[in-house]
C-alpha cells in the first residue's frame, strides 16, 4: 500500500494527508473511499491470519497478529495447543481444561483463530453434543470460536466408538461458531463420570487398568480388543505393561504385545521363573496403536499353567 497520491483532489501535503487548519489556512485531506477500504482489508488480513478478531478500539492488533504469525509460523497445526491440561482427581461431572493457547480453524475458508488463556470447565451433563455423556468410553472436547467477536464455546463429543476428527462436523454447533478444534480426548467410567486421569498437552495418565487376564498360550499374533474407556479409537499410542507367570517352578515364559499381527513394534516379557507365580511386570511400553483401540498379543510357556495379563496406564491421542 501507498499514500494515494494519483488520486485529484485527496489534498495531500508532501505526499501526505494533513488537517484542516483555518490559520494557515489549509484544506484537510480526503480519504478516497477505495482507498481507505484497501487499507483497512489489508490490515484486517494479517490480523485474520493472526487469529484475532478485529476490534476498532484497539490499535495495537496488527502487533499483535504480526508476532502470532512470528512465533508460530502461521497459526500451527488445527487443535495445536500450548500447555494445555486436565488434572481429574476426583471422580466427577466436571473437569477443567487449561492452556495457554489453543487453535481452531474456520472450514469454510482455511482462517485460523487463537484462544489464549484457557480455563474451561467442561461439564458431561451440560456440553455434551448430542444425548447424554457415553458410560463407559471417551469423549472429546471441541472449542469453538464466533468469527463475527470472538466468543468462544465448547462441546463434548462421542468418542467411544469410532474415531472422530480434528474439527467438528456436527449438526449441533452452537449458532455462529463456524471456527472449532479438538483439544482433548478423555475416558468416562461406566456412571458417565470423568474418573481420575490427567492429560497433559496429547498425553492421558490414568491409574493401571487391566485389559487382559487369561491362561491360554499364543503362538502367534491374535488381535486384543480394549474397551474405549482405557484406549478410545483416537488413541494413537497406548501405555502398556505386560506380565507372565505360571503355577510351576522353573518355567520359562514368553508374553508379547506389538502394534499389529506382524508384530510391529513388538515389546516382551520373556524370563525365567524360578518358584511358582513369582512373575514380574515390565513396562510401561509406549506401542503404536494402528487399528482403533487394538492391540496384538501372542505368548508361550514351557510348562505347567501360565496366566498372562496386559495393563495400560494411558494413551497419546
Known sequence: MDYPKSVPGVGLVDGKFVDED????????LI???????VTDSIKVVQDAGGLVADENDAGQLLAAIRNLIAGGGLGQVGASIDAQVNVKVVGNTATFTARDVVTIDPRNGRRYRIANVNRVLDLTADMDVGTAPK???????FFVKPDDGQVAVRLVDASVAVIGDVYTGANAPAGFYASARVAVLVVNGSGQFPIQFMDGRTVRFPSAGVLLESVSRPTYAALSVAASVLPPCAKSAFVTVDATSNLNGTYLEHWVAADANGLAETVYAANQPTAQQGSRRGPFEIPVLTPSTLYRKSSTSGGTPSYSVSLTGFRF
Open 32 to 38: 478516497p473511499g477505495a482507498w481507505g477500504n484497501a
Open 136 to 142: 463407559g468410553g471417551a469423549v472429546g472436547v471441541y
Open 22 to 29: 483555518k490559520t494557515v489556512p489549509r484544506v484537510g485531506s
